[in-house]
């Protein structure tokens, strides 16, 4: 009699165990779309991009949290001696086991830290284009310990985020997107450089994804015994139309220009501030004073 007393006891509270991780599995599914449904009824995506990466680190914090305790409260309740012992060690010695797997794993504590800390410092955020160590791309999810990457061939880069916390982050979206694409044309000695330089602007105007503000402009560049180097400078609205606006202007202005009968040789072109670009193997520095053609430009 007595022993089945015994296992009816061990079964109730098997089965109370059992109610407490069903418990806790839809407790951390409820704080996961009570989350996503708060960012979509505020509609932070729109107004505030970095709203969503705070919000998604705190609901995985929130999860892992809440399966910690369930399952500590589940063994426990068991009330089996291994379980029960375990129980307490979890809940008891909670500090000393963080900072034994603090010793242990120091890489995943600190790609954890680093996480929540870009989460809320932001030096990039879901959605922006960065640049970490020539990866290129759009940050797809920034999770516990590592950031994911989406680059430019649909690639996904898993970046460890204690590498992002102690490395230079390029982010195009942050303050302003905007974009130059930069193309260096070739034009024939005595080529009339007022006249080319009306053509370029009329090309960089009429593109649908030019940016009227910053102004384009044309400059001199460099000149030798091949001819005269000018670049043309237009603005998109992010990196990427950046690109697509680099291939248009060199492909419509070497046109241009050739049926003006002032191009030599082909155009080269680069879409990235502060990249250079070569023409007809000359070097392309910052025009000298006085070099420049442009006066669209404010000054």
């Given at each position: 009699?007595?022993?089945?007393?015994?296992?009816?006891?061990?079964?109730?509270?098997?089965?109370?165990?059992?109610?407490?991780?069903?418990?806790?599995?839809?407790?951390?599914?409820?704080?996961?779309?009570?989350?996503?449904?708060?960012?979509?009824?505020?509609?932070?995506?729109?107004?505030?991009?970095?709203?969503?990466?705070?919000?998604?680190?705190?609901?995985?914090?929130?999860?892992?949290?809440?399966?910690?305790?369930?399952?500590?409260?589940?063994?426990?309740?068991?009330?089996?001696?291994?379980?029960?012992?375990?129980?307490?060690?979890?809940?008891?010695?909670?500090?000393?086991?963080?900072?034994?797997?603090?010793?242990?794993?120091?890489?995943?504590?600190?790609?954890?830290?680093?996480?929540?800390?870009?989460a809320f410092a932001q030096p990039l955020r879901l959605g922006d284009?960065?640049?970490?160590?020539?990866?290129?791309?759009?940050?797809?999810?920034?999770?516990?310990?590592?950031?994911?990457?989406?680059?430019?061939?649909?690639?996904?880069?898993?970046?460890?985020?204690?590498?992002?916390?102690?490395?230079?982050?390029?982010?195009?979206?942050?303050?302003?997107?905007?974009?130059?694409?930069?193309?260096?044309?070739?034009?024939?000695?005595?080529?009339?450089?007022?006249?080319?330089?009306?053509?370029?602007?009329?090309?960089?105007?009429?593109?649908?994804?030019?940016?009227?503000?910053?102004?384009?402009?044309?400059?001199?560049?460099?000149?030798?015994?091949?001819?005269?180097?000018?670049?043309?400078?237009?603005?998109?609205?992010?990196?990427?139309?950046?690109?697509?606006?680099?291939?248009?202007?060199?492909?419509?202005?070497?046109?241009?220009?050739?049926?003006?009968?002032?191009?030599?040789?082909?155009?080269?072109?680069?879409?990235?501030?502060?990249?250079?670009?070569?023409?007809?193997?000359?070097?392309?520095?910052?025009?000298?004073?006085?070099?420049?053609?442009?006066?669209?430009?404010?000054?």
């Amino acid at each position: 009699m007595g022993v089945e007393v015994v296992g009816t006891a061990l079964y109730v509270r098997v089965g109370v165990a059992v109610v407490v991780l069903v418990g806790t599995a839809i407790l951390a599914r409820l704080l996961r779309r009570a989350v996503a449904r708060f960012l979509k009824t505020r509609r932070l995506a729109e107004s505030d991009p970095g709203a969503i990466t705070r919000f998604k680190m705190i609901a995985r914090l929130g999860v892992t949290t809440l399966w910690f305790v369930g399952v500590g409260l589940a063994l426990y309740v068991v009330n089996v001696s291994v379980f029960k012992q375990v129980a307490v060690g979890m809940f008891a010695s909670a500090g000393v086991m963080g900072i034994a797997l603090g010793f242990a794993s120091q890489t995943t504590a600190a790609n954890l830290v680093s996480g929540v800390i870009i989460a809320f410092a932001q030096p990039l955020r879901l959605g922006d284009r960065v640049e970490v160590d020539l990866e290129q791309g759009i940050v797809e999810e920034i999770g516990l310990l590592y950031t994911t990457i989406h680059t430019w061939d649909n690639r996904r880069v898993l970046i460890p985020n204690q590498f992002l916390s102690t490395r230079v982050i390029r982010n195009s979206t942050v303050t302003d997107p905007k974009t130059p694409a930069a193309v260096t044309f070739t034009l024939k000695h005595g080529t009339d450089l007022g006249g080319a330089r009306s053509l370029l602007l009329d090309e960089a105007r009429s593109q649908p994804l030019f940016v009227a503000d910053p102004h384009p402009s044309v400059e001199v560049v460099s000149a030798d015994e091949t001819g005269v180097v000018v670049r043309l400078v237009a603005w998109a609205a992010d990196r990427a139309r950046a690109n697509e606006l680099t291939s248009a202007l060199r492909e419509h202005g070497v046109g241009r220009l050739a049926d003006a009968g002032m191009l030599v040789g082909s155009a080269t072109a680069g879409a990235v501030a502060g990249s250079p670009t070569v023409g007809q193997g000359a070097a392309v520095s910052p025009a000298p004073a006085g070099v420049s053609m442009s006066s669209d430009r404010k000054q």
